[in-house]
T-cell receptor
Framework: DTGVSQDPRHKITKRGQNVTFRCDPI?????LYWYRQTLGQGPEFLTY????????KSRLLSDRFSAERPKGSFSTLEIQRTEQGDSAMYLC????????????FGPGTRLTVT | GIQVEQSPPDLILQEGANSTLRCNFS?????LQWFHQNPWGQLINLFY???GTKQNGRLSATTVATERYSLLYISSSQTTDSGVYFC?????????????FGEGTQLTVNP
């Protein structure tokens, strides 16, 4: 069990550019979650998938954000036309297909928009 | 939505001291987790504890679901315990859905 992995770990981009992040969950975990964390705050929920179905989206997920999990395995989070306010740590988590929905987090992708 | 309050916001200890961190939540929950966030931002799972008491080495946790609070105990603290501790909960009405995090307790353990 290698844990949740995220790529890239760091991303610096200019305002207006598009960025895409990838998350690989723990093998056979059917739920996958995206959170965003800004400095000094706790993580905030963005969206989650059960297999390939996106079941819930937060109001934080504006039209510029889109997430996919095409085959129920890895997931991507894309931000279009980045703004300086998008600078944050983007965290991915997964949980198993059992009654205990304990979430396990990846190392995060730190995004800096200049 | 559910509210999560953690206290104290900051805690400074000398190595070897004991501490108690508190998490209050505003509604019934079916998931409560404690995490330690290391300096690189990684969230480390400490406990999955929607109710009852668990212990893992120098750490233990108790959740009293009927009174809507949880406590994390750290005994004989070490410098490596430094970092931010988060409590996160999921509302009872959902299953396997979002976690709502508190704002964390920043713990500093001095040698």
């Amino acid at each position: 069990d290698t844990g949740v992995s995220q790529d890239p770990r760091h991303k610096i981009t200019k305002r207006g550019q598009n960025v895409t992040f990838r998350c690989d969950p723990i093998s056979e975990h059917n739920r996958l979650y995206w959170y965003r964390q800004t400095l000094g705050q706790g993580p905030e929920f963005l969206t989650y998938f059960q297999n390939e179905a996106q079941l819930e989206k937060s109001r934080l997920l504006s039209d510029r954000f889109s997430a996919e999990r095409p085959k129920g395995s890895f997931s991507t989070l894309e931000i279009q036309r980045t703004e300086q306010g998008d600078s944050a740590m983007y965290l991915c988590a997964s949980s198993p297909r059992v009654l205990i929905y304990e979430q396990y987090f990846g190392p995060g992708t730190r995004l800096t928009v200049t | 939505g559910i509210q999560v309050e953690q206290s104290p916001p900051d805690l400074i200890l000398q190595e070897g001291a004991n501490s108690t961190l508190r998490c209050n939540f505003s509604d019934s929950v079916n998931n409560l987790q404690w995490f330690h966030q290391n300096p690189w931002g990684q969230l480390i799972n400490l406990f999955y504890i929607p109710s009852g008491t668990k212990q893992n080495g120098r750490l233990s946790a108790t959740t009293v679901a009927t009174e809507r609070y949880s406590l994390l105990y750290i005994s004989s603290s070490q410098t490596t315990d430094s970092g931010v501790y988060f409590c996160a909960v999921e509302r009872r009405e959902t299953s396997g859905s979002r976690l709502t995090f508190g704002e964390g307790t920043q713990l500093t353990v001095n040698p």
